[in-house]
């Protein structure tokens, strides 16, 4: 594409056309893991959904591949791509909140920490993701595992409506009420079926928890495991906490001698009853011997941004995961073999639970199918140099291979990365067949096809699936 056409663009919207002549343009062509290194055509960023409208006709005129990047997190950088043009919605991070009728919509460029920050001014909240800086957008498509996941479901199980345009440049409201079945869709099947330029969520009561981070020897990790299987299945939903491994941080509450030493983990909060707090944590502190824990009422937005300091954009970034049905005694022992062995101090190892509201919903309820599940084991690779990267992910592909013997065929879509992407079919199990058919009715010739993609059910079963780059060995 030369600039004249793209010239042509840039005269019909209200947001900036970056080229790469242009001053900016290698900040704007990065995405969040830095091991991604493509270079778009042209990248757009969004001032309002017109330039959406008007942009997606621009590039299905051009033949151009779009990828579209809200908060920029993804793992496998869909948020860019070479020769394409890239839907930049940084600068659309507006959120706006009705405290009365406990409702929020936020913008496709909002991460959790915006949601978050409007939200808990009136003391409501919605699950969203482990980091602040995740994005609203692409964790909700997804389905969306948080913190608040057992008591008030997956993020996209709190989804109310969304504004999308689709493959043709129309501009719909997918709701219950309005276009149901892409509203079905959109709720765990990724960015296959259009641009989501806001979404609407159900807020809930949460405003000062009792946050738990506490932190015992890697070589504890299969007592403190088994202890934690016990004990999150004998709680309230109120109490929501992952079992971790990770490299301790450089944090106060943990000594100066583990800094940077593989520990077990605990983390996560009660949003119950603030007076039963202590109590609630009390067994967790006797589970093993402790290394350092930070055990004490805070607002909920400090928790869901407390890893954001060791999970800086620019890492190189490799990432696996897969569900469970429960923590074996098999899980554990690999769990335990490997976090001994976490080999940076942004890697992080999680089993997120989802059990509580996430189950009570209906498994074809939503395109996220598995409700019957009570884990979400994943392994999510960060490190800071290159020349690391054919360690790191050796580590994460024999942790993942693994793990695999003892865990459902199907892993959680936002923590797979490029080269999973002939586990798709797998991956959406009941809910794909129904997928594919509404590709077929929304975007019938795969123009939205920059992600773990779905192909419309007319294309051939033999057919080779979206192209996407594995990641370097």
């Known amino acids: 594409m030369s600039t004249p056409a793209f010239n042509a663009l840039r005269e019909s919207v209200r947001g900036t056309v970056i080229e790469p002549e242009d001053e900016g343009y290698e900040a704007a062509r990065r995405v969040y893991n830095g091991m991604v290194d493509k270079h778009p055509a042209a990248v757009l960023r969004v001032a309002q959904a017109a330039d959406v409208i008007t942009a997606v006709r621009f590039a299905r005129d051009a033949g151009l591949d779009l990828a579209i990047r809200g908060g920029g997190h993804s793992a496998p950088g869909f948020g860019t791509v070479d020769d394409g043009l890239v839907l930049d919605f940084s600068v659309h991070r507006g959120v706006w909140v009705d405290p009365r009728e406990k409702r929020a919509r936020a913008e496709a460029g909002a991460t959790w920490g915006d949601y978050n920050h409007a939200t808990h001014a009136f003391g409501l909240a919605s699950t969203g993701g482990i980091l602040s800086t995740t994005g609203v957008a692409g964790l909700t498509l997804g389905g969306g595992i948080g ?14 409506s969304a504004d999308v345009v689709l493959a043709d440049g129309r501009f719909v409201r997918a709701s219950a009420e309005s276009e149901p079945d892409l509203f079905w869709a959109l709720r765990g099947g990724g960015g296959n079926f259009g641009v989501v330029t806001s979404f609407e969520f159900a807020l809930h009561d949460v405003d000062t928890v009792h946050v738990g981070i506490v932190a015992f020897p890697a070589a504890e990790g299969i007592a403190v495991g088994e202890f934690y299987r016990d004990w999150i299945a004998s709680q309230p939903e109120e109490f929501g906490a992952f079992f971790a491994y990770h490299q301790a941080p450089p944090v106060p509450f943990i000594p100066e001698e583990w800094h940077g030493r593989q520990v077990a983990l605990i ?10 707090g202590e109590a609630r944590w009390a067994p967790v502190l006797k589970a093993a011997p402790t290394v350092g824990s930070l055990v004490a009422p805070m607002p909920y937005p400090f928790l869901n941004a407390a890893f954001d300091a060791a999970n800086p954009p620019g890492l190189q970034g490799y990432w696996k995961a897969d569900f469970a049905r429960e923590l074996s005694d098999d899980i554990l022992r690999v769990a335990q073999q490997f976090g001994s062995t976490v080999p940076s101090l942004s890697t992080a190892n999680h089993f997120y639970p989802i059990d509580g509201a996430v189950q009570r919903v209906p498994a074809g309820a939503t395109a996220f199918p598995y409700r019957d599940v009570n884990f979400a084991p994943v392994i999510a690779g960060a490190w800071e140099d290159p020349a690391d990267n054919e360690a790191n992910i050796d580590w994460v592909r024999r942790y993942w291979s693994a793990l695999h013997e003892f865990t459902e065929p199907a892993g959680y879509i936002n923590f797979q990365d490029a080269d999973d992407q002939a586990r798709i079919e797998t991956n959406y199990g009941p809910s794909f067949a129904r997928l594919a058919q509404v590709k077929s009715v929304y975007d019938p010739d795969n ?17 080779e699936a979206a192209p996407t780059e594995p990641a370097p060995a």
């Open 147 to 160: 913190y608040l996941a057992r008591k008030h479901g997956l993020a996209c199980d709190n989804l109310l």
């Open 267 to 276: 983390v996560g909060m009660w949003t119950g009853d603030l007076a039963e």
């Open 447 to 463: 123009f939205f096809h920059v992600n773990q993609n779905i192909k419309p059910a007319h294309a051939s079963e033999g057919a």
